[in-house]
């Protein structure tokens, strides 16, 4: 049973400021299409909206299973009250990260370090070999390497967690 | 025309052979293909757009100034890559404070976002604006004899406001008719419009049930079609489908699953008489039986 001082009524405007959520009649549509859906735990998007609507805080904070989304967008397609559902769920996880530095995702590390999450661009005998000319990478222009930091830094949830993006 | 390539980072990291096939065949239709100098990334999903909406429209904003630096739009291929940069351009045009802020943002490195560039799908450019007729004219080798499926895209069709270009984002027809101009014939089955699943976190975080799912898709297509060979248009879904199967192979202790997968630009460049070497190298399923089965399309009189 849901009890009243477990919930923080105004979460979803912490979260999801959207009215459109409070449309949503849980209708499971969403949940039908979502490839995630089938995994274990399942990626219950409709849960998640009653999570944000209901505002139990804790239980979301906890709750993995926003991250199991592959992006597909087909909740976005269908949701037939606009919830627009992957923005919920990518507005959640960014709620998490807000209140837990644990779970920013290292890829926003790797971002910032060489411009991508991946080593473009080092694979010039391949490149070669394939007749491709070097890519014009940003990890190859340390001064335009170094504005694309600047302009990160200048955003809160980077600096304030300046330590992780360090040597 | 003019177009801005987009690479991301999966296909100049893992597989430059696609990347290889994209600036070849896109200048014989016509298109002259601009680099995108310093990109970065898109940034995919499970980066900015996942911890903070302003780094997420900082970074978009840093990519599309330089397709507006080029004065032309962006051509992508990637599926995840083609959807960030399109839902970032659509946040910053439909929020005139967020726009406002990133242009300040990017004020100090010398660029500017005004919406002028606009991103688009590489199959929506072949479908579009060069068309399957003209591509038919232009080919050297033909796929005639050869029967495919297509994987369309998640991320080209939902949600279709944002991102789509198809007359019905649940009965798209763009790829289809882009091998159909090939010379392939393609066969349809049940699961066609089902997600390949190799997005995101589902892989990661339940690897059992991930695969579980993408095998329905598979024992469908083996079920329901006999196909020489599966298209795609996104990078995810390419390296994916390739290695899903090499996995229910090992699960199975057997070569079942073995449907070459390519990259519609690597079929495309191969019809345009580049070298498999160049355009069509890098696979983890074996491409032979389709290679050796292209047919040269004599010249018109």
Redesign the interface.
């Known amino acids: 049973m849901l009890l009243a001082e477990q919930s923080s009524k105004n979460l979803w405007l912490d979260i999801y400021n959207t009215g459109n959520l409070h449309y949503c009649f849980n209708c499971n549509t969403c949940v039908s299409g979502c ?2 859906s ?4 399942p ?1 219950l998007v409709r849960n998640l909206a009653r999570k944000v609507i209901l505002g139990l805080e804790e239980d979301l904070l906890m709750d ?1 299973t926003p ?8 909740c ?2 269908m949701c037939p009250q606009n919830v ?1 559902p ?1 923005e919920m769920i ?1 507005a959640i ?2 709620w998490q ?1 807000r209140n837990d530095e644990t779970l ?2 290292s ?2 590390v790797e ?1 910032y370090k060489r ?7 080092v ?1 010039l005998e ?2 070669e070999s ?3 000319a070097p ?4 990890t190859n ?1 340390q001064e ?1 390497l170094e ?2 930091r ?3 830094m ?5 600096s304030d967690n300046d330590y992780m993006f360090k040597g | 025309m003019q177009l801005c390539f987009f ?1 991301g ?2 296909t ?3 597989r ?2 696609v ?2 096939a994209i ?2 065949s896109l200048p014989v239709l016509g298109i002259e293909v601009v ?7 898109c ?13 997420w429209m ?2 978009s904003g ?1 990519n599309l100034s330089i397709a507006e630096q080029k004065g032309c739009d962006f051509v992508v291929q990637c599926g ?1 890559c083609y ?1 960030s940069l399109r839902m970032g351009r659509e946040h910053l045009m439909h929020d005139v404070e967020k726009l406002a802020h990133v242009n300040e ?2 004020e ?2 010398g660029r500017q976002v005004t919406g002028k560039s606009k991103v688009r799908h590489i199959s929506e450019v072949l479908f579009q604006e060069i068309g399957p007729e003209k591509i038919a004219t232009q080919l050297k080798k033909s796929l005639q004899g050869l029967h495919g499926i297509v994987q369309y895209p ?2 080209t ?4 406001e944002v ?1 789509g270009f198809e007359k019905s ?1 649940r009965a798209p027809e763009g790829l289809r008719r882009l091998v159909e101009a090939l010379g392939a014939t393609v066969d349809s089955y049940s699961r066609e419009l ?2 390949c ?6 892989m990661k ?2 690897p ?3 695969l ?2 993408a095998k329905t898709k598979f024992d469908a297509i083996l079920e329901e079609t006999n196909p020489d060979f599966i298209a795609v248009s996104c990078i995810t879904c390419l390296m994916h489908m390739e290695r899903v199967q090499n996995t229910f192979n090992e699960q199975v202790g057997e070569e079942r699953y073995k449907i070459p997968v390519f990259d519609y630009n690597q079929l495309l460049a191969l019809c345009l008489g580049f070298d498999p ?3 069509s ?1 890098i696979s983890n399923v074996p491409r032979d039986s389709v290679l050796s089965r292209m047919v040269p399309v004599k010249p018109k009189a």
């Not at chain 1, 089938?38 to 735990?41: N, R, T």
């Not at chain 1, 200048?154 to 980077?158: A, G």
């Not at chain 2, 069709?157 to 279709?160: D, R, W």
């Not at chain 2, 699943?197 to 589902?202: Q, Y």
Request: glycine fraction near 8%; proline fraction near 10%; charged fraction near 20%.
């Open positions: 490839p995630a089938h995994g274990d735990p990626l993995d991250w199991a989304c592959v992006s597909c967008s087909r976005e397609e627009m992957f990518l996880r960014q990260c920013i995702p890829a926003i971002i411009g991508y999450t991946q080593a473009v661009g694979n391949l490149r394939l007749g491709l890519l014009p990478t940003i222009n335009q504005m694309f600047e302009m990160l200048k955003i809160e949830l980077i | 690479p980072c999966n100049p990291a893992i430059p052979d990347e290889r600036r070849a680099d995108a100098d310093n990109y970065v990334c940034p995919a999903f499970g980066s900015f757009p996942s911890a903070d909406e302003e780094a900082a970074t840093w995840s959807s943002l990017l100090p490195t998640c991320h069709l939902f949600p279709s991102v984002p089902q997600c699943g190799g997005a995101g976190g589902f975080s339940t059992e049930q991930a579980e799912f070497k160049e355009v190298s």
